[in-house]
Structure formats: C-alpha cells, structure tokens
C-alpha cells in the first residue's frame, strides 16, 4: 500500500498570506495526485488532479506542484472561505487500491 | 448536473449489517465507477473500496475484504455498500464517489454523506 504522508498537521496563517502544504508519497506515484479541500459537515471537494491541473471553477489562487513523491498545494493569498482541511490522495494503481494522506488543517491565525 | 444522493443516517447493534444507498443522476451511471470512503469523527478520509456498473466488478480495500459488499442497480442507477459484523469503530460517515471508469482518476464528484452510528 502506497502510503501518504501530509505536513504540517496544522498550519495557522493570517488572511492574504501564503499557504504551502506538502504530501509525500511512501513511493512514486507519477503525477497521479490530487488534492481536496473539506468544510465542516461538507463531503470533500477536488481542488487539483493530475498534481498541477485545477479541477473546474477552482480558483486561480490555488495551484498544485510535483512529480513522483514529493508534492506541493500553494494557496496564494488565503482568503476566509479557504480555511479548511486539505488532504492529498494517490491514484496510481490499477486495480485502484486508493490512499488518503491524513490531511492538513488550514486555519486562521 | 451530476448528483449522487445517499440515504439517510443509520444507527445499527454491533453485530449487525448496514446498507447505504447511492443514487446518480445527471450522467450515464455505467460509465463512471462507484467508490466508497469513510470518514470517522474527527478523522481523516479511508478508502474502502469500488464497483464497475456496467460490469459489477469490484475491488475492495485490504482492511475490508470479507466484511464489505458493493452492487448496484442499474435500472435505478443507484450504487449499494453493505458493510456486516459492525463494531464501534465503524461509526463514521459514509460516502460513495465517482471516479472514471476507464483508468485511475480522482474522485470528480460525492455524495453528501450517511452517517452510521454502531452502538449496542
């Protein structure tokens, strides 16, 4: 099993101030990443896939970086709807046998 | 527009089986595969497995086989996963979610969610 490892656990930032999440995979997993943003009482929403593709109506301000086992989610300047867990997910295998990092939590500084 | 509803919350004995629905709308349900991932309170997100609906091959998480169930209906266009021999640790909510059919894709589209509450 591919397991996937997200850091910091929590990261705490002031509203317009840059986010940077990081995912790290247990082995390569290609560019076959993706990222979700999750709110209180919400199902998960796709942000990016393909490590660097914006799901659609996603904002600009999100963009998503890295290949093989290291992986990067920027959010540019956090705005107060961004504040949320975040978790990374690989796709790599077929048959696909699916896994989750244990998320980042977003929260206001 | 796309729409996966599930059914609504369960609570079930230790012991016991769950079934949770998953009905789709607004796209052609054999063409997309069904997943199902939990969520404990608190937790992070589990994949637990998934079902082709057009041929009704399945492929089930490790930690699962032997316990889990996913079929489907294709008249209704409605996906099922039966979890049996329930424990306390299953209380979480349930999600199903629609991935592409012809490779490993993320997760486009989710339900809203069933919680499942295990408690004797």
């Known amino acids: 099993e591919i397991v996937m490892t997200q850091s910091p656990a929590t990261l705490s930032v002031s509203p317009g101030e840059r986010a940077t999440l990081s995912c790290r995979a247990s082995?390569?997993?290609?560019?076959?990443l993706a990222w979700y943003q999750q709110k209180p009482g919400q199902a998960p929403r796709l942000l990016i896939y393909?490590?660097?593709t914006r799901a659609t109506g996603i904002p600009a301000r999100f963009s998503g970086s890295g290949s093989g086992t290291e992986f990067t989610l920027t959010i540019s300047s956090l705005q107060s709807e961004d504040f949320a867990v975040y978790y990374c997910?690989?796709?790599?295998?077929?048959?696909?046998?699916?896994?989750f990092g244990g998320g980042t939590k977003v929260e206001i500084k | 527009q796309v729409q996966l509803v599930q059914s609504g919350a369960e609570v079930k004995k230790p012991g016991a089986s769950v079934k949770v629905s998953c009905k789709a709308s607004?796209?052609?349900?054999?063409?997309?595969?069904i997943n199902w991932v939990r969520q404990a309170t608190g937790q992070g997100l589990e994949w637990m497995g998934w079902?082709?609906?057009?041929?009704?091959?399945?492929g089930y998480a490790q930690k699962f086989q032997g316990r889990v169930t996913m079929t489907r209906n294709t008249s209704i266009s409605t996906a099922y996963m039966e979890l049996s021999s329930l424990r306390s640790e299953d209380t979480a909510v349930y999600y199903c979610?629609?991935?592409?059919?012809?490779?490993?894709?993320?997760?486009?589209?989710w339900g809203q969610g069933t919680l499942v509450t295990v408690s004797s």
């Open positions: 079902m082709n609906p057009n041929s009704g091959n399945t």
């Open positions: 607004g796209y052609t349900f054999t063409s997309y595969d």
């Open positions: 393909g490590a660097s």
């Open positions: 082995q390569s997993v290609s560019s076959n």
């Open positions: 979610a629609r991935t592409s059919s012809t490779g490993t894709t993320p997760f486009d589209y």
């Open positions: 997910q690989q796709y790599n295998n077929w048959p696909p046998k699916l896994t």
